[in-house]
């Protein structure tokens, strides 16, 4: 990456602005067109406007970024998924510029690198993340659920209020707690997370334009060059020690790929959970069912995955190609989106339905292909003990200020803001145990 402190664009360039929201762009005029996927319009109303585009393109293109695709057909993205020599990884975040590290490696491997690196990119990390390292994680990723819990509500048990915030005060911090955990960093780190999440994937460009010393480059520079003079148990020094054919690993990996866990470990998860607890707030049937059904919960979490799928990722045309009737040049952007191939009545019955016990459910939320999510054991094992706990604490809840909900922008869709009103969590109080789990 590079870092200038060149402040005549319109884009963010300067840090205090990190948290400011969205570069403002301007406004889409046709969505089949003039599409832009960090337009407030597009987080609020994305599956309306895949719908229509369903029948009306069902490619669409931009000349937005410098000229982008949106398919939103399943067929469609699963061909794009699966085709790695046209579509290349080396840019996953749709932005003004074009990567600079060439492929097959890119900026944060393995999401970012194509064949044949992205096979020694992936192999190393497989163990980390299999099913067995992360069941042992589930007690204390439950501990930590039940400690924000037990903060979040101690107003609502004292009588004080009986409004919180669920995505402030819990979702957005159990992803946080276990990816921090892992690499081997403080908790209390998961602010400056955020920081660099918002900046990466909600304000497209705006990373490479902080200085240096405020960028996750630096953040994680550091952080290497301590566990290389001092290992610890941790995937930080689990890379920064690796080999590859003998040879340890660039540094310019490491730090990629720390910087990949750090993004994709959280955001990904804070959204799921968070459109989780949305759509809980909204059904009351639902909520009964998860309380009372035990059996439907492994059911309810795909279908949460299915339906609020929060990723979409993108890929970079490696050269001039036709597709789906479209010619597309080399170097275009083409999105990715999961979440619309996953509303595709071609694909689901009832796709626009949440159906909780939904049997047949072969989603694409952790995408397909060579670069299908790695961490999907831990993302289902964190939404479902995160749901669980929830629920057992609150069983009952609805959103306080529909209007209030703040939803992210960019190519990772969960609240941000969750005001929820608490109507009964007395089970609980009276008897200090978990009454459902
Ligand atoms: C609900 C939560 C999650 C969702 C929906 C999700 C979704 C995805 C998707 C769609 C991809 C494919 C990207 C592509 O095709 O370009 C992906 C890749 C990846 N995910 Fe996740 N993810 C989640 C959680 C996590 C977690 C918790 C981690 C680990 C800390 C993680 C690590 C990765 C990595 C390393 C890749 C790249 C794999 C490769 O390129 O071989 N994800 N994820």
Redesign the pocket.
Same mark, same amino acid.
């Given at each position: 990456m590079t870092y200038t402190a060149d402040t005549s664009t319109s884009e963010a360039t300067d840090p205090g602005a990190d948290h400011a929201g969205p570069t403002p762009r301007a406004p889409v005029t046709d969505w089949a067109t003039d599409f832009d996927h960090v337009d407030p319009g597009y987080a609020a109303r994305a599956p309306e406007i895949w719908d229509e585009l369903r029948q009306e393109c069902p490619v669409a293109r931009s000349e937005r970024y410098g000229g982008t695709w949106l398919p939103v057909r399943h067929t469609d993205v699963c061909a794009i998924?699966k085709d790695t020599d046209t579509f290349s990884?080396n840019g996953?975040v749709v932005h003004d510029g074009r990567p600079e590290i060439p492929p097959p490696v890119g900026f944060a491997?393995?999401?970012?690198?194509d064949p044949p690196f992205?096979r020694i990119?992936?192999e190393f990390?497989l163990p980390a993340?299999a099913p067995k390292p992360i069941e042992a994680k589930r007690e204390s990723t439950r501990e930590t659920c039940r400690e924000l819990l037990d903060d979040l509500l101690t107003g609502v048990e004292a009588g004080r209020t009986d409004i919180v915030d669920a995505a402030l005060g819990y979702t957005q911090h159990i992803?946080v707690r276990? =990816?921090a955990d892992?690499l081997g960093v403080p908790r209390s780190d998961g602010d400056q997370f955020r920081v660099f999440i918002h900046r990466i994937m909600e304000q497209p460009g705006a990373e490479l334009k902080v200085e240096y010393e405020d960028s996750i480059d630096f953040y994680l520079d550091k952080l290497i060059a301590e566990r290389a003079e001092q290992p610890q148990d941790d995937l930080i020094s689990h890379m920064t020690h690796a080999t590859i054919a003998g040879q340890p690993l660039e540094h310019e990996h490491v730090r990629g790929?720390c910087a990949? *866990? =750090?993004v !994709?470990?959280?955001d990904?998860?804070w959204?799921?959970?968070g459109a989780s607890l949305w759509h809980m707030a909204q059904h009351p049937a639902d909520r009964r069912r998860w309380v009372e059904d035990p059996d439907v919960r492994p059911f309810a979490v795909e279908e949460f *995955?299915r339906f609020y799928?929060?990723?979409?990722? !993108?890929?970079i045309v490696a050269e001039d190609a036709e597709f789906a009737g479209h010619s597309m040049r080399a170097n275009d952007w083409v999105l990715?989106p999961?979440p619309a191939a996953n509303r595709d009545p071609e694909a689901f019955e009832d796709a626009g339905e949440f159906v909780i016990d939904r049997m047949r459910n072969r989603h694409? !939320?952790?995408?397909?292909?060579?670069?299908?999510? *790695?961490?999907?054991n831990?993302?289902?094992m964190?939404?479902t003990v995160a749901l669980e706990e929830w629920m057992a604490r609150v069983p009952d809840f609805e959103l306080a200020d529909p209007e209030g909900v703040r939803w992210s922008t960019g190519q990772i869709r969960g609240p941000r803001e969750l005001p929820v009103r608490i109507l009964n969590s007395a089970a609980t109080r009276i008897s200090g145990e978990n009454p459902v789990v």
């Open positions: 998924a990884s996953v491997p393995p999401i970012t690198s992205h990119a992936r990390l993340f992803p276990v =990816i892992m790929t990949l *866990l =750090i !994709a470990g959280v990904t998860t959204s799921a959970i *995955l799928a929060p990723v979409t990722m !993108a890929r990715l999961f694409v !939320a952790f995408g397909l292909g060579i670069h299908r999510c *790695l961490g999907s831990l993302a289902r964190e939404l």
